[in-house]
């Protein structure tokens, strides 16, 4: 069974880097032909995806975040990473990291919440 497992500070300062790891396990993603995403859903809002690392190389992100938001993979630890640059305080934030492109995802992990302080 497929299970991604999310980890990183739960409290950053506003102008920071937010970098947050997933980590997978049940697949390999130097082997594996899906997608990979981060998906955050803020106080009282909806899920919104946020970008995808491709299993064909490369990443597509949201176009809001296009310049502060990089997605990254390490094959040797089997997981990928988030750094969103420059986070204000409207990025506090349930973060997830899923299986799939976007919100079309068959797995997900459990969440990690991420405050972001003025």
């Known amino acids: 069974q497929v299970q991604l497992q999310e980890s990183g500070p739960g409290l950053v300062k506003s102008s920071q880097t937010l970098s947050l790891t997933c980590t997978v396990s049940?697949?390999?993603?130097?082997?594996?032909?899906?997608?990979w995403s981060w998906i955050r859903q803020s106080p009282g809002k909806g899920q919104k995806w946020l970008g995808t690392i491709l299993h064909s190389g490369g990443s597509r992100i949201d176009t809001p975040f296009q310049s502060r938001l990089t997605i990254s993979k390490d094959t040797s630890k089997n997981q990928f990473t988030l750094h969103l640059a420059s986070v204000t305080p409207e990025a506090t934030a349930v973060y997830y990291c899923?299986?799939?492109?976007?919100?079309?995802?068959?797995?997900r992990g459990q969440g990690t919440q991420v405050t972001v302080s003025a």
């Open positions: 899923a299986r799939g492109f976007g919100q079309q995802y068959t797995y």
């Open positions: 049940g697949a390999s993603l130097s082997r594996s032909d899906y997608d």
